[in-house]
């Protein structure tokens, strides 16, 4: 059980992670997996998606890989599925972003030159990385002392 609750935040933190991501690049969220205020987004085919962006008229679709993702079969048909999709209106191609923990990140780079050539170019992988960042506070603690 304890196990579970780690894994559900670890995801929780994992499309957070790439939902700033989504907002590096200048797309605002749609829609997006395991949030609070947003709502879900619907499965793409057969495919869940973990976010949904927009730019102006370029949309974005984003989802995260785990282990168990990484290593299945059908990854490449997933990937080359969610790549090639275009927008109703104008058929523009929507740009898929891939977000994949750094320990995996050459062995999905090194998937993704199994992708078709046309579609790659759609792809954007990103790592994700949980960095804590230091405070003020953590300095302080960890000097030694000169005068007392």
Same mark, same amino acid.
């Given at each position: ?22 907002? $590096?690049?200048? /797309? ?13 987004? @619907? ?19 984003? *989802?995260?890989?785990?282990?168990? @993702? *990484? /290593?299945?079969?059908?990854?490449? @048909?997933?990937? !080359? /599925?969610?790549?090639? $999709?275009?927008? $109703? ?15 995996? /990140?050459?062995?999905?780079? @090194? ?10 170019? !759609? ?15 953590? !300095? ?9």
């Amino acid at each position: 059980m304890k196990q579970d609750l780690v894994m559900i935040i670890s995801e929780r933190k994992s499309i957070d992670l790439l939902v700033s991501e989504f907002w $590096r690049l200048g /797309f605002l969220t749609l829609s997006r997996r395991l949030g609070t205020y947003l709502p879900e987004p @619907e499965n793409i085919g057969r495919f869940k998606v973990d976010a949904i962006g927009r730019q102006k008229e370029k949309y974005a679709i984003g *989802i995260t890989l785990s282990k168990e @993702e *990484i /290593f299945s079969s059908d990854l490449i @048909e997933k990937i !080359n /599925f969610l790549a090639s $999709r275009k927008t $109703r209106s104008s058929d523009k191609p929507i740009l898929l972003l891939i977000g994949v923990h750094d320990i995996y /990140f050459k062995q999905v780079k @090194e998937i993704l030159l199994n992708v078709d050539e046309k579609f790659r170019k !759609n792809i954007k992988l990103t790592r994700i990385v949980e960095e804590r960042v230091k405070s003020r506070r953590d !300095n302080r603690q960890t000097q030694q002392v000169i005068f007392s």
